[in-house]
């Protein structure tokens, strides 16, 4: 069965450090990766998607960007974090099945920038 | 990409359907309708999708107009642990989620 993984659950940050978030997916092949963010009581805004290796579209310009070295790996990652950053942070993936696209979210890491 | 348009918040009393609409009046011929919903602080969890039939599986209905503008998730009986944000969404792969609509189960 597909699996997908987002580490860590919870991190705190201070201002100007660098962030890491790490997606994996195991039990599919070439799928469509995603990353969005929540701030507080807000909706889900999507910051990247990826459709292949190395393919990267970028939905809101800031100073967040992603990388897929891998089929399965999609990484956020940031220079230097802004108060701005925090919030919840989500990865999903969707691969094409039967005609259509079924997608499924990770449980989440939610970023403390302080 | 195709927008879609859903009220911001709607209460249900439990035991009773809850039906939540979504607007996507330009959605193309080849596009499918996917309900997701969002518990606080966890992951958007997916529910049903649907092209232009009506769908029904454990969690939900999905009843969608013939001309497709337009679609009803239908909860049958709703719970208090049904509260949560529900999403539409039409546009597949970048999947741009909108404010959804935050659905509050009453006892």
């Known amino acids: 069965s597909q699996t997908i993984h987002q580490w860590p659950a919870t991190l705190v940050q201070p201002v100007g450090s660098p962030l890491s978030l790490e997606c994996t997916v195991e039990g599919t092949s070439n799928p469509n990766l995603y990353w969005y963010r929540q701030a507080a009581g807000r909706g889900l805004q999507l910051l990247f998607y990826?459709?292949?290796?190395?393919?990267i579209s970028s939905e809101v310009p800031q100073n967040l960007s992603a990388s897929r070295p891998q089929d399965r790996q999609f990484i956020l990652s940031s220079k230097k974090l802004l108060l701005s950053d925090s919030g919840f942070y989500l990865c999903a993936w969707s691969v094409l099945l039967r005609g259509n696209t079924e997608a499924f979210f990770g449980q989440g890491t939610r970023l403390t920038v302080v | 990409d195709a927008k879609t348009t859903q009220p911001p918040s709607m209460d249900c009393a439990e035991g009773r359907a809850a039906n939540l609409p979504c607007n996507h009046s330009?959605?193309?011929?080849?596009?499918?309708v996917y309900w997701y919903r969002q518990i606080h602080s966890q992951g958007p969890q997916y529910i049903i999708h649907g092209l232009k039939n009506n769908e029904t599986n454990e969690m939900a209905s999905l009843i969608i107009t013939e001309d497709r503008k337009s679609s009803t998730l239908i909860l049958p009986h709703a719970t208090l642990r049904d509260t949560a944000v529900y999403y539409c969404i039409v546009r597949v792969p970048n999947m741009r989620f909108g404010a959804g609509t935050r659905l509050t189960v009453k006892p």
């Open positions: 330009t959605i193309s011929g080849n596009e499918y």
């Open positions: 990826s459709v292949g290796i190395g393919q």
